[in-house]
């Protein structure tokens, strides 16, 4: 049975994305202009296409491509990429469940929105393809998980820093 974030969970996850915009702003010393170019938006589980949705990790970024009608090409039509990121309520919340006494939801949700802001930067400056073989991504996973790490610094606390050490280890907090 899904499991969703509930009413005192949702306004955490959308503090977690507006604290994480700032800091990964503050880091790559980027505008936020940057991300009106690398439009995103975020859902939970509950908002999810079936094709969204994935096991296993704490959030899914989908690339979707639109054509827009516009004077700026030869036919008239220009293509912009758009970002959602899927967040996976249920594997969020188990592993908070799973880890109570360290992990905590808020700590966490600032590093899954900072790392997937990352992503959507990366992907959408061409540091690399978002169709990158599998070997690829999981060095990307990698590059972004150390990017994270760096962003978040000035943020640091020790609910957090749980969180960084956990991932630092190569633990993974789902198996938790």
């Given at each position: 049975m899904a499991r969703y974030f509930n009413a005192d969970q949702l306004p955490l996850a959308r503090k977690a994305f507006s604290?994480?915009?700032?800091l990964v702003f503050s880091h790559f010393a980027i505008g936020e202009n940057v991300?009106?170019?690398?439009?995103?938006?975020?859902?939970?589980?509950?908002?999810?296409?079936?094709?969204?949705?994935?096991?296993g990790a704490f959030a899914h970024l989908c690339k979707y491509s639109y054509e827009k009608?516009?004077?700026?090409?030869?036919?008239?039509?220009?293509?912009?990429?758009?970002?959602?990121?899927?967040?996976?309520?249920?594997?969020?919340l188990d592993a908070v469940e799973r880890a109570n006494s360290f992990i905590k939801?808020?700590?966490?949700?600032?590093?899954?929105?900072a790392h997937?802001?990352?992503?959507?930067?990366r992907f959408g400056n061409g540091e690399i393809d978002f169709n990158a073989s599998d070997d690829q991504k999981a060095e990307e996973e990698k590059i972004v998980h150390n990017l994270t790490k760096i962003?978040?610094?000035?943020a640091l606390h020790h609910d957090l820093a749980v969180v960084l050490?956990?991932?630092?280890?190569?633990f993974r907090i789902c198996d938790t």
């Open positions: 604290d994480a915009e700032r991300f009106q170019k690398n439009k995103y938006d975020v859902k939970t589980l509950a908002y999810l296409e079936q094709h969204e949705i994935k096991d009608q516009s004077g700026l090409t030869e036919n008239g039509k220009s293509v912009f990429d758009f970002y959602r990121i899927c967040l996976q309520d249920n594997i969020i939801f808020s700590a966490l949700m600032l590093y899954i929105a997937e802001l990352i992503h959507v930067l962003a978040l610094q000035r050490d956990c991932f630092s280890n190569q």
